[in-house]
């Protein structure tokens, strides 16, 4: 299952850290660079990881849109005010904003700045999962979901609780 939120046709910039790490390291050297460089490994909307995941892995994925940029900003509200993970590297409403960030149109990326480097070889989408297939042949399913550590009783509840909630706002939402 391909979980995205709004639209399944908005082109993500996806970039992986090795990628960024090269381009970074390369910008370090130059003398002059500008303001602003955008970059992307691939340019892809969620329709197109599922084609790409279906090459790759077979025809086992489909599209899960479980609501829209609102409602995706409300559980990231909702989770940073229950869940802040103070304490955590990557605490799961990053994650989240992450993906919100992914999908606001503000952060379109029309051209990128990919060709100031040459010699630099983008992965894309295919590139990552061909690579994940080839370390493990078998899989059936792919989680791109940030993963909340549970360490107590409170935690656990809370992400019961979290969950709850996630499933009565979709249900909401698809009476509407």
Not at 99 to 123: Q, V
Not at 161 to 173: A, D, F, H, K
């Amino acid at each position: 299952m391909i979980l995205y939120w709004g639209d399944a046709d908005h082109k993500w910039g996806l970039t992986t850290i090795d990628n960024t790490a090269e381009y970074t390291a390369n910008l370090a050297m130059d003398a002059v660079t500008p303001r602003y460089l955008r970059i992307a490994g691939d340019l892809i909307s969620p329709r197109e990881v599922k084609i790409v995941a279906n090459e790759v892995f077979g025809p086992k994925f489909r599209l899960f849109r479980p609501g829209g940029k609102w409602l995706l900003g409300m559980l990231i509200k909702i989770t940073r005010k229950l869940s802040p993970g103070k304490n955590e590297l990557y605490p799961a409403w990053q994650g989240m904003q992450y993906m919100h960030n992914l999908i606001d149109k503000r952060a379109n990326i029309d051209k990128t700045d990919n060709d100031r480097y040459p010699e630099l070889k983008w992965k894309t989408v295919k590139d990552v999962l061909t690579d994940y297939q080839s370390k493990r042949q078998k899989t059936n399913h792919l989680i791109f979901i940030p993963k909340i550590r549970v360490r107590n009783e409170l935690h656990e509840n809370l992400t019961s609780y979290l969950t709850s909630l996630l499933n009565l706002l979709i249900v909401l939402i698809w009476h509407e």
